[in-house]
């Protein structure tokens, strides 16, 4: 009963101004977290600069469990100025990100995790454009999403129907998060989600987390205030996420060696799942493979 009266009090919130009046095409907070993982939170950084253009500010929440780890974090992230990146290390995840969300202008937040990799270019115009009434927009799905690799490599049945349409200029597919299964059926997704951040402070301050892997599941209890909206993705999925099963302190002795993350032979044909089993190789950046110029 008390959850149900939780839930109650959320979706009467839900739609209402929980934050100061956003000013017209307001940039969308980019949350990304990291944990014990520099040498990822870098590919990331270099694949975001890389596909999404014009440039967006970035907000990183990371945790660092030693000195070592914490050193490597200001390596990677000493190279942005504050206009481009606001570094945050956490004390106490909740507090934290309510702290970030709340003092934050934007309609929207799209949350990201530190293993994420960008792999087709993203119009940032178009998530400044976004109207909350437009939908839930995913960079994470897409045409090419049949499979699930969370799930044993299951294949995913996507929503009918899913309609072909546009925004402006860019050509988008559509759905109901309530006719979908699996991936698709997912709103609250901390994998790249623009989600309307009025309506998501809510159901934070209400959920029962300590970090960002029991936040999503928290959310997703929730999931119910937004499924009965529109989803759009593109036709093919922009982003992938790569887990690295590397032990993380391996991980840290190969960046403090001067290896990186190498994604440059990335098999795209095989992108079938939100995720993808195939291990980036580590590299020296003198080491990277040419380009292929056939």
Sequence with gaps: ?????????IAARVGSRLVSSPTTHEPPLVLVFSKNHAIAL???????AQHMSPALPLTVMYHASSDAHRQAYDEVLGGYGASELTA???????????????????????????DTVFIHAVDTRLLEQWEPSDGILSLRLGRNITHSLTRGGIEQPQPSPLESGSLGEQPLARWRWSAGALDWALPTSLHGHLLPLPDLVPVIEEANFAEPRSLESAIDRYKFLFKGRWGYCWEQARIMNLPLGTDEEQLLDAFQRGFRLDVSELPLSEHNSCQMAWAPALRQPAEAPPADTT
């Design 42 to 48: 870098e590919l990331f950084l270099r694949s975001f």
């Design 88 to 114: 945050i290390p956490e004390s106490a995840f909740k507090s934290d990100l309510l702290t970030v969300l709340k003092a934050s202008n934007a309609r929207h937040v799209i949350f990201f995790v530190d």
């Design 1 to 9: 009963m008390k959850a149900l009266t939780a839930a109650r009090s």
